[in-house]
């Protein structure tokens, strides 16, 4: 696979993930929620995340938002590297896809952590209000302090997990929930 084409499906990505995260920020209110194709396992729901997957966060304050921030940049720089040496070892293409696309949603959420803040008015759950781009009085927070616009939402299955399951059992389980997974990582991280 030749670097030129990954780089072309790369921002191909990039641009497709913005063009949506632009859309669900100046079109839904915060929370909202569209079955897509009137399915019930697959959803746009709009959320935005001031941390990392599934809402961990590194710290409160303005410290570790920056590192957040700072450590979004050396993935994406560091991941430069990576995808640039599987090409020239002529990994597989498979392999070079799945690394593209990853390297892609990296891109993508560092730029929300950049710039979101300067462009974009804040949504605010308590409001109900769809969020403007360029606002006149300047957006929600200054660089690096954006947070990641999150939309993609698939409850597969609902259901309560075995009382014999250490930590978990006996509790409500959605898969793919958000909720059910950062539940989860709270307790392995506590």
């Given at each position: 696979?030749?670097?030129?084409?990954?780089?072309?499906?790369?921002?191909?990505?990039?641009?497709?993930?913005?063009?949506?995260?632009?859309?669900?920020?100046?079109?839904f209110y915060y929370g909202e929620e569209l079955k897509v194709f009137g399915l019930d396992w697959?959803?746009?729901?709009?959320?935005?995340?001031?941390?990392?997957?599934?809402?961990?966060?590194?710290?409160?304050?303005?410290?570790a938002k920056i590192a957040l921030t700072l450590l979004r940049l050396a993935a994406v720089i560091g991941g430069t590297f990576y995808l640039r040496k599987f090409i020239k070892e002529k990994y597989h293409k498979g392999f070079i896809l799945c690394v593209a696309f990853i390297?892609?949603?990296?891109?993508?959420?560092?730029?929300?952590?950049?710039?979101?803040?300067l462009i974009f008015e804040k949504s605010d759950p308590a409001l109900w209000n769809v969020a403007r781009a360029f606002p006149p009085g300047g957006g929600y927070a200054g660089l690096m302090y954006g947070h990641v616009v999150d939309m993609w939402y698939?409850?597969?299955f609902n259901t309560t997990l075995p009382d014999w399951l250490p930590v978990w059992?006996?509790?409500?389980?959605e898969f793919f929930s958000?909720?059910?997974?950062?539940?989860?990582?709270?307790?392995?991280l506590v």
């Amino acid at each position: 696979m030749k670097g030129k084409h990954v780089f072309v499906l790369i921002l191909l990505l990039v641009a497709i993930d913005q063009a949506i995260k632009v859309y669900i920020k100046t079109n839904f209110y915060y929370g909202e929620e569209l079955k897509v194709f009137g399915l019930d396992w697959f959803r746009l729901h709009f959320l935005e995340n001031p941390g990392m997957a599934w809402g961990l966060k590194l710290g409160e304050g303005d410290i570790a938002k920056i590192a957040l921030t700072l450590l979004r940049l050396a993935a994406v720089i560091g991941g430069t590297f990576y995808l640039r040496k599987f090409i020239k070892e002529k990994y597989h293409k498979g392999f070079i896809l799945c690394v593209a696309f990853i390297y892609a949603g990296a891109l993508g959420n560092l730029i929300d952590s950049l710039f979101y803040g300067l462009i974009f008015e804040k949504s605010d759950p308590a409001l109900w209000n769809v969020a403007r781009a360029f606002p006149p009085g300047g957006g929600y927070a200054g660089l690096m302090y954006g947070h990641v616009v999150d939309m993609w939402y698939f409850p597969i299955f609902n259901t309560t997990l075995p009382d014999w399951l250490p930590v978990w059992g006996g509790k409500p389980f959605e898969f793919f929930s958000r909720y059910s997974i950062r539940l989860m990582c709270g307790y392995l991280l506590v």
